[in-house]
């Protein structure tokens, strides 16, 4: 063996610094966290368009049939009650809601029709949080994809406070 003078360094692994990764290596990451991206795109888009089903009669409301529904019963997942519509337009009847935990016999609550159905989303800040739980859910849920799999931990916990967020304001509001 050669001794090692000071100010020169012997050629090997620690004379080179980092070596890039083999080509294999690298299409293997890119396969990785594209695969990743997909779930959590999937994700993402399959909230939204199940968040959508009821938000846009909250959102887009204008020119729906607006009311009051008061509910006289819950059962099978649905609550129903007599519905009065708001101005000349609207027909009085019954009319069901998707039950939630927070609907109860004898309250009054502020609803848009479904065109075409009997069916009602509610208007007010409750009934649109209410319509983006699903949102919600998956941001939390996609978060832990974001973090455990593409190791973007920033990205993650915005993901994360902006689901439980949502989740918590939907929570105080019903």
Same mark, same amino acid.
């Given at each position: 063996m050669s001794p090692v003078t000071p100010g020169k360094r012997k050629k090997g692994a620690a004379g080179k610094g980092k070596r890039k990764p083999a080509p294999s290596a690298r299409i293997v990451s890119f396969g990785h966290r594209a695969a990743m991206g997909a779930v959590v795109l999937l994700l993402l888009v399959a909230a939204v368009w199940t968040s959508w089903n009821d938000a846009q009669h %909250?959102?887009?409301?204008? &020119?729906? #049939?607006? +009311?009051?529904? @008061?509910?006289?019963?819950?059962?099978?997942?649905?609550?129903?009650?007599?519905? %009065?519509?708001?101005?000349? &337009?609207? #027909?009085? +009847?019954?009319? @069901?809601?998707?039950?939630?935990?927070?609907?109860?016999k004898?309250?009054?609550?502020?609803?848009?029709?479904?065109?075409?159905?009997n069916e009602l989303v509610r208007t007010d800040t409750a009934g649109l949080l209410y319509a983006w739980v699903p949102l919600g859910g998956a941001l939390l849920l996609a978060s832990l994809v974001i973090g455990g799999g593409l190791r973007l931990t920033r990205t993650a916990w915005g993901a994360a406070v902006a689901g439980g967020v949502l989740l918590v304001a939907t929570f105080f509001a019903l």
């Open positions: %909250v959102v887009l409301a204008k &020119g729906r #049939e607006h +009311g009051t529904l @008061t509910v006289t019963g819950c059962r099978d997942g649905a609550c129903s009650g007599r519905y %009065v519509a708001d101005g000349a &337009g609207g #027909e009085p +009847g019954r009319m @069901t809601i998707e039950e939630s935990v927070a609907v109860r004898g309250d009054e609550l502020r609803v848009v029709v479904k065109p075409g159905t």
